[in-house]
């Protein structure tokens, strides 16, 4: 049997995400992330969560993963190592999986693999009984980093600087570490806080700029022409004393439940009175922050979901394109996590576990849709329709039948189906018609 597993804690290392983003800001955190250094894109990335879009799209790509109900799940049996051990590691797997990764570390693995390119953790192994059992921990990506001249001066690698300011080589497959690449060597470069960061913060800085307006722009000013005895004393029924102004003016505080406004006229005849009137912007200007905060959501869409969310894939073909981005993103995640999990958590486990690591098995979501049987059953009318003129051209209907999935004892000849369109049709039995009384007549 292989040695004891080296099971050890890191203290995960947290930055506080920042509240305010400029353009600088955005495009020095991208700048850095595009060279392997990823405290501070992975700082955006926690902000770009506040949007309600990057955060829907993010739960789109993962809640199917993260939930054990959600896809159906097994493991399959390796086609390596000892084949008498194979069964057992495949049924030993599937017991353990989601307490070896919980479906909460699956979200976040998920979560920084779309967003940064690249998820970290560390194995905790734990002893259960005889056996050892890893459990992945989730790090934040904060400390990771990929640097030319990684420690003790092994070359080029990854390094995570833990909470506590140690620096430890992350080396995945040795048991301690999980690195999840699904983008290849340089996975970073495929994180979708390069295509969204800048759209998110523009459209951050959008509605601002567009609350300010409305705030300026959207509430009407009232304009007011008063004569120059406004300020005049006057005595109220009451025998409160008061100005003239103070008068016109208190008729706006009933305006909602008043609408009627007295405007005085001067003293004589040709001296100015009072005037008001409702001074409003007419220009069309605010449609062009619609529009833009319309053009960053697609793109922020585009980047996190392979689509547009009002008018689908961009060169597609509506909803069924929609549908099936939808899947291949699923089905390549899915693929890409189970991969790394096989070769970097079940094979060091299999090794303690069966002194064979080619025993590990491999975990399959099925991400396949459900069949609409609603529009199967209509196209197969349809198939039974076009069949008929098909075969009065003599077409062997074998191969078109068996592309819809018909089998071969279903399948008719073409000479069957022409028989049976030249067959005479039975005649229609006459109905009973009503006699005199309007009754039916009785049966012989």
Aim: contains cysteine.
């Amino acid at each position: 049997m292989a040695t004891r597993p080296r099971s050890v804690r890191l203290q995960p290392l947290w930055v506080e995400p920042l509240s305010d983003w400029t353009v600088a800001q955005v495009r020095g955190a991208l700048l850095e992330h595009e060279g392997g250094k990823f405290r501070t894109s992975s700082r955006l990335a926690d902000a770009m969560g506040r949007d309600a879009d990057v955060a829907g799209a993010l739960a789109t790509r993962t809640r199917a993963l993260a939930s054990r109900s959600a896809l159906p799940f097994r493991v399959e049996a390796s086609d390596q190592g000892d084949g008498r051990k194979r069964e057992a590691a495949r049924r030993r797997m599937e017991e353990l999986w989601w307490y070896s990764v919980p479906e909460d570390v699956t979200a976040a693995l998920m979560r920084d693999a779309i967003l940064m390119g690249v998820a970290v953790g560390y194995l905790q192994w734990e002893a259960i009984g005889s056996e050892w059992v890893p459990r992945v921990r989730w790090l934040p990506t904060h400390g990771l980093s990929w640097e030319r001249y990684a420690l003790d001066g092994g070359g080029e690698g990854w390094v995570y600087t833990t909470g506590d300011g140690k620096r430890e080589r992350v080396t995945p497959g040795d048991g301690r570490w999980l690195l999840h690449l699904p983008g290849g060597e340089r996975s970073w470069m495929t994180g979708a806080v390069r295509t969204c960061g800048l759209p998110w913060l523009m459209r951050s800085l959008t509605y601002r700029d567009w609350v300010r307006y409305c705030e300026k722009h959207g509430l009407p000013i009232l304009a007011i022409d008063e004569p120059h005895w406004a300020g005049d004393d006057v005595e109220g029924t009451d025998g409160s004393a008061s100005t003239l102004a103070d008068t016109f003016y208190s008729q706006f505080a009933t305006l909602p439940s008043e609408s009627v406004l007295r405007q005085p006229q001067g003293q004589t005849k040709d001296e100015g009175g009072w005037a008001s009137r409702w001074l409003e912007p007419v220009s069309d200007t605010w449609e062009t922050f619609k529009a833009l905060i319309e053009r960053c959501k697609g793109d922020i869409h585009q980047g996190l979901l392979g689509r547009d969310a009002a008018s689908g894939p961009r060169g597609g073909d509506g909803e069924l394109a929609t549908e099936r981005v939808r899947v291949e993103y699923l089905a390549s995640d899915a693929e890409g996590l189970t991969t790394t999990l096989r070769d970097q958590v079940w094979r060091p486990w299999a090794l303690y576990a069966y002194d064979d690591a080619d025993v590990a098995g491999w975990g399959r979501w099925n991400t396949r849709p459900p069949p609409d049987l609603k529009m199967r059953a209509e196209t197969l009318d349809k198939l039974g329709d076009a069949a008929g003129k098909l075969a009065k051209l003599g077409v062997d209907l074998r191969p078109v039948f068996e592309e819809f999935g018909v089998s071969a004892a279903e399948i008719p000849s073409g000479e069957e189906l022409r028989e049976a369109e030249a067959a005479p049709a039975a005649p229609a039995e006459p109905e009973p018609q009503p006699d005199d009384d309007g009754e039916e007549a009785a049966a012989a």
